[in-house]
């Protein structure tokens, strides 16, 4: 049996909302064990969305879930559309409508007559509750061995709608006694390519499955499995994810959810160490995402954005000369900028980034993209790393590897300290 998710509205087409509940449903569909290969975003269309109906079931989809286009006004179609191509007439359902109306007189207003298109719904089909809005959506079974569920586009009363009612009623049905996990290695300071050249033998593994994911800098290998258990599934992944360690270990920064921030955070607070940071071409982003884990007021003690030469020489004591000499995008600019604010902050570590994000400023000697990250130890040494980023990235995306490449140089010096 195989799941298809329909997602219903112009909005989606012309990309001014940006489709989030597919993904949702996806994942959701995945945890279950329910496998699922297409999916498809229609318009308000009555022929059309037939169209996306009939070539479902050509594909022999028997789970088919729709999203969208179940509100009260004249283009929310999907009801009524559906019923129209299983040839069943709507009725209304007299306790949807006794619920929008609660819902209303919640917030002391009268039910709008076009609400009532709410409660049509097709001969047979089961309401699924809408705890949050006033669209409820569908279970209906209008063949044998096919089951149709609708939701709203709205995410969050999708959401719940499906945590609290079609996940009880697809296990019910016996979905879900087997699931899929998975695990996310992430990996940053080598490519797809070269990470799977060292590993190349994980990629025919029939189970766990290794699947590699790229995207601005950062590589993924995630590692799923269908089980019965969380723990069957862990006797399967760990095994995994030890082999890749040990061969690209020096590489892979975090799982899951972790982030290069998150890792080094927890880092300095094992050893009970402090940062702090000085940037030039970032803007305050590093700083941004050093603050953006939870408790990082326990080792991060602040930064200075020294985007102007004279902050440079005023608050973190860079010598003008080396500046008039080397320019601020340089080597010994970098390291002064971070011994600066490490003294300035009194912290163990401190992290600096300087550089050309562009578009414009570039020169044949010192091309966009070239970025100098300065770090100072808590022993008394400062290094530096020079990074040359391509300069056909964007200025955003120059600036978040910036930060990336200076997290991850003090996450290694901290794995070695």
């Given at each position: 049996m195989t799941a298809e998710i329909i997602c219903v509205g112009t909005e989606l087409l012309l990309g001014d909302i940006l489709n989030r509940n597919a993904q949702f449903l996806a994942q959701e569909l995945a945890q279950l064990g329910i496998p699922h290969y297409y999916q498809t975003v229609v318009g308000d269309n009555v022929e059309r969305l037939k169209k996306a109906i009939a070539t479902a079931l050509d594909r022999q989809s028997e789970i088919i879930l729709f999203t969208g286009g179940l509100g009260p006004t004249p283009d929310d179609l999907t009801c009524e559309t559906i019923a129209s191509f299983f040839e069943t007439h709507l009725v209304e359902r007299p306790e949807v409508i006794a619920d929008i109306e609660a819902k209303y007189a919640q917030r002391g207003r009268t039910m709008n007559p076009s609400n009532r298109k709410q409660a049509l719904t097709p001969e047979g089909a089961m309401i699924l509750p809408n705890p949050s809005g006033t669209a409820p959506g569908i279970i209906w079974?209008?063949?044998?061995?096919?089951?149709?569920?609708?939701?709203?586009?709205?995410?969050?009363?999708?959401?719940?709608?499906?945590?609290?009612?079609?996940?009880?009623?697809?296990?019910?049905?016996?979905?879900?006694?087997?699931?899929?996990?998975?695990?996310?290695?992430?990996?940053?300071?080598?490519?797809?390519?070269?990470?799977?050249?060292?590993?190349?033998?994980?990629?025919?593994?029939?189970?766990?499955?290794?699947?590699?994911?790229?995207?601005?800098?950062?590589?993924?290998?995630?590692?799923?499995?269908?089980?019965?258990?969380?723990?069957?599934?862990?006797?399967?992944?760990?095994?995994?994810?030890?082999?890749?360690?040990?061969?690209?270990?020096?590489?892979?920064?975090?799982?899951?959810?972790?982030?290069?921030?998150?890792?080094?955070?927890?880092?300095?607070?094992?050893?009970?160490?402090?940062?702090?940071?000085?940037?030039?071409?970032?803007?305050?982003?590093?700083?941004?995402?050093?603050?953006?884990?939870?408790g990082s007021s326990a080792y991060f003690r602040g930064g200075v954005i020294a985007y102007d030469n004279q902050v440079k020489i005023g608050l973190l004591g860079v010598n003008p000369d080396d500046l008039e000499a080397y320019g601020a995008v340089s080597d010994r600019i970098a390291e002064q900028m971070a011994t600066g604010i490490q003294q300035k902050l009194n912290t163990d570590w401190a992290l600096s980034i300087t550089g050309i994000a562009g578009p414009g400023g570039g020169t044949t000697e010192k091309p966009v993209g070239l970025v100098y990250i300065g770090l100072a130890s808590p022993n008394g040494e400062v290094t530096h790393y020079r990074q040359q980023l391509a300069s056909i990235l964007d200025r955003s995306t120059l600036r978040d590897f910036s930060q990336s490449w200076a997290l991850d140089r003090l996450r290694q010096h901290l794995h070695k300290s």
């Open positions: 079974h209008p063949r044998p061995h096919l089951t149709l569920m609708t939701f709203p586009g709205v995410p969050s009363e999708m959401h719940r709608m499906w945590k609290e009612t079609a996940v009880p009623y697809l296990k019910q049905q016996g979905w879900g006694e087997t699931m899929i996990y998975s695990r996310t290695l992430k990996f940053w300071g080598i490519g797809e390519s070269a990470l799977v050249e060292k590993i190349p033998e994980v990629f025919e593994y029939k189970n766990p499955t290794v699947a590699p994911y790229a995207g601005k800098g950062l590589v993924k290998l995630r590692i799923s499995t269908c089980a019965a258990s969380e723990l069957e599934a862990q006797g399967l992944i760990n095994p995994v994810e030890d082999h890749i360690r040990a061969i690209a270990g020096e590489y892979c920064f975090g799982v899951d959810d972790q982030t290069l921030a998150d890792v080094v955070g927890k880092l300095l607070l094992e050893s009970g160490q402090t940062l702090a940071v000085a940037e030039s071409c970032t803007g305050g982003g590093l700083g941004a995402a050093i603050t953006a884990v939870q």
